[in-house]
């Protein structure tokens, strides 16, 4: 209940110094973004309006130019006094025009098409070309209105862009008198003069207008075509406060005016201020966290360390009185004469031998985990019979285990081992641990079974209960110290929770591998492999190649 009561009075501290931190850098993130947002936005409609004001400006010149170059007498046409128009487009020429046309529906249904010329002055007939394909595309649906005769009304000048590099301007001309349609007059337009000139100026006079007072690095224009090409302007460099693009409303759809403005502004003040002011709220909470978080782990490990030891001192109580008690009860026993006959009493100092070795392993196993966490710990190696090893662990096993009717089916290899390097009493041992562990969890079931194998360049030891089994998600922990499955069996069984993690020691100092494999309700098995070659050679191998490597990189 104490434990209980300090860990969530940390908690409860952690919270409270958290919660005005946290409604701090809340308040303030939330005004902070909402001033950042305001200036963009305001930053936005300045831009948009710029943008909107060039693309004006180009529509404005080509739709005047073009109600009053296009504005042909419908008179002239029908009295066939192409004269009239040429002298027309003498005097209302317009620089933006690459070629001015007429299409003549009067003599032909399929019209007419006339190309002026300005070097003389004349509307001469318009020879093959793509220029006049173009034309004749773009007149296609006047072309049959006027063919078949129909009332038209005029719409004034339309665009046509489907070709890109000939790009038109078309007006057709209206009898009023018939409604019909009688000739269309146009201009192909010329990009040369929409890049070079109209362009350039309606781009200055937009800066102008919109940004009086901003330096010329402050603002950044970049024009670009149908294909995204680069026309006019740079292409950016670094990063640009803010940006906007917007294609031209009424010629040149497919280009698309792009704006950047750099500097110190608004905006980049609102961020800048944000960023600073959020940093440095972000690290005060950051370290203040850090403190609470650090001081709660140190508590909980203090807790968790003081859990351990009190769990550690109780099972070991546990498994120190386990055996002492069979030990002073069979004792009492023979020094009494209770034991009607020598194969009794012989029985009597069996279990005193069997206990007496459990006694010794557990110590051995306090012991030995000591020297391992403090590096002290060696082994004797020497050529052994791994199989004599494993039988005699399972005979001294076998008596303890058959009061509580466990059988031990024992498994020898189908043709004897090598002998190999290795210290008889650490593998003993881990094989003790791993027998000890398969009796504590086998459940109801009663029979372990030991095998003995060779594989290929490993002699394999696998020892197999058939108990309550492991979850796979703990399989990862059971070589932990101190870790115990959490199961409900796990109350009710003692042990120190050292057992798996010195197996795993000596396995691993013998150059070997520990694996299992389990499943809850199928029960556990635990495979040790050893190498078949001895250490020494292994080691002197190890120590050849360590040499090389020096070797090579001198």
């Known amino acids: 209940m104490t434990a209980f009561l300090k860990r969530h009075f940390l908690w409860a501290g952690f919270v409270a110094a958290l919660v005005p931190v946290g409604v701090l850098l809340a308040l303030q993130f939330v005004w902070l973004s909402r001033l950042e947002r305001m200036s963009a936005m305001a930053q936005q409609a300045v831009l948009h309006n710029y943008l909107e004001g060039v693309g004006t400006e180009v529509q404005y010149a080509y739709r005047a130019a073009a109600e009053r170059v296009l504005n042909v007498p419908a008179a002239a046409v029908m009295q066939g006094d192409h004269e009239q128009v040429a002298y027309h487009w003498k005097k209302k020429s317009f620089a933006g025009a690459r070629r001015m046309f007429l299409v003549d529906y009067t003599r032909d249904p399929f019209g007419n098409l006339f190309l002026y010329e300005p070097e003389y002055g004349e509307l001469l007939p318009a020879p093959a070309s793509d220029e006049s394909l173009a034309i004749i595309v773009a007149c296609t649906p006047w072309q049959i209105t006027a063919y078949r005769k129909l009332p038209f009304s005029p719409t004034g000048v339309s665009v046509d862009e489907r070709d890109p590099e000939h790009r038109i301007l078309a007006n057709p001309i209206v009898d009023d008198a018939t409604s019909s349609i009688v000739a269309v007059v146009g201009m192909v337009l010329d990009e040369d003069y929409f890049r070079g000139d109209l362009l350039p100026k309606a781009i200055e006079n937009g800066l102008k207008k919109f940004f009086p007072d901003a330096a010329e690095r402050d603002v950044e224009v970049t024009v670009r075509d149908g294909r995204k090409r680069l026309v006019l302007g740079s292409e950016p460099a670094g990063h640009a406060e803010t940006e906007v693009n917007r294609a031209f409303p009424f010629v040149y759809t497919d280009w698309t005016l792009e704006l950047r403005r750099r500097g110190e502004m608004p905006g980049r003040w609102a961020r800048a201020s944000f960023a ?279």
């Open 276 to 554: 600073s002011n959020m940093a440095l709220a972000a690290l005060l909470a950051l370290l203040l966290t850090g403190g609470v978080a650090l001081a709660l782990r140190a508590a909980g490990r203090a807790m968790r360390l003081s859990e351990m030891k009190s769990d550690f001192v109780s099972n070991v109580s546990h498994e120190l009185r386990t055996p002492l008690a069979s030990i002073r009860m069979f004792a009492e026993m023979l020094s009494l004469g209770r034991a009607p006959t020598l194969d009794k009493a012989k029985e009597y100092g069996e279990y005193i031998d069997a206990e007496s070795r459990r006694l010794s392993r557990l110590i051995d196993n306090i012991l030995d985990f000591a020297r391992i966490e403090s590096g002290r710990k060696t082994y004797q190696l020497a050529r052994a019979d791994l199989t004599e090893v494993v039988a005699a662990v399972v005979r001294t096993f076998e008596v303890r285990l058959r009061p509580a009717g466990f059988t031990v089916r024992f498994a020898p290899p189908a043709s004897p081992l090598p002998l190999l390097d290795l210290d008889p009493d650490a593998i003993g041992q881990a094989l003790h641990n791993l027998l000890d562990n398969a009796v504590k969890y086998s459940g109801e079931a009663r029979a372990i079974d030991v095998s003995v194998s060779q594989d290929d360049t490993e002699a394999v030891v696998a020892v197999r209960d058939h108990g309550i089994g492991i979850p796979r998600h703990e399989q990862a922990r059971v070589f932990e110290r101190f870790h115990r499955v959490p199961t409900g069996l796990v109350h009710d069984v003692k042990g120190s929770g050292l057992g798996l993690a010195i197996v795993r020691h000596i396995v691993e100092a013998h150059g070997g591998r520990l694996h299992l494999v389990s499943a809850p309700g199928e029960g556990s098995t635990f495979t040790l492999r050893l190498p078949l070659r001895p250490a020494a050679d292994l080691e002197t191998e190890r120590v050849a190649d360590l040499r090389h490597d020096v070797s090579s990189q001198t």
